[in-house]
Nanobody, 118 residues
Framework: QVQLVESGGGLVQAGGSLRLSCAPSERTFRSYAMGWFRQAPGKEREFVAAISWTAQSTYYADSVKGRFTITRDHANNTVYLQMDSLKPGDTAVYYC???????????WGQGHQVTVSS
């Protein structure tokens, strides 16, 4: 099973920005729509964003529309999640997924903590 290599995350003040990246361990790996979910303490894991292989289609949760941007770099087979105007409510562990727009979703990354202080 493909493994996902994630980076990014950390601590930022409200209104700040962070960027997450995610790449499959196999550079030739392809899936329909890679993306991210997140899980805050005491809450269920929820969909955040996904991008199709061609990058022609992007999908966002209503809670992040207009603040988060998902992109894909085909040369490095890497997906990025640019998170701007962060809010304390965005605090969660963010998990990359190989098929974030599918039900059930695909393989999971190890997750990265994003903490937004007020």
């Amino acid at each position: 099973q493909v493994q996902l290599v994630e980076s990014g995350g950390g601590l930022v003040q409200a209104g700040g920005s962070l960027r997450l990246s995610c790449a499959p361990s196999e550079r030739t790996f392809r899936s329909y729509a890679m993306g991210w979910f997140r899980q805050a303490p005491g809450k269920e894991r929820e969909f955040v964003a996904a991008i199709s292989w061609t990058a022609q289609s992007t999908y966002y949760a209503d809670s992040v529309k207009g603040r988060f941007t998902i992109t894909r770099d085909h040369a490095n087979n890497t997906v990025y999640l640019q998170m701007d105007s962060l809010k304390p409510g965005d605090t969660a562990v963010y998990y990359c997924n190989t098929d974030a727009h599918s039900n059930p979703p695909g393989a999971w990354g190890q997750g990265h903590q994003v903490t937004v202080s007020s």
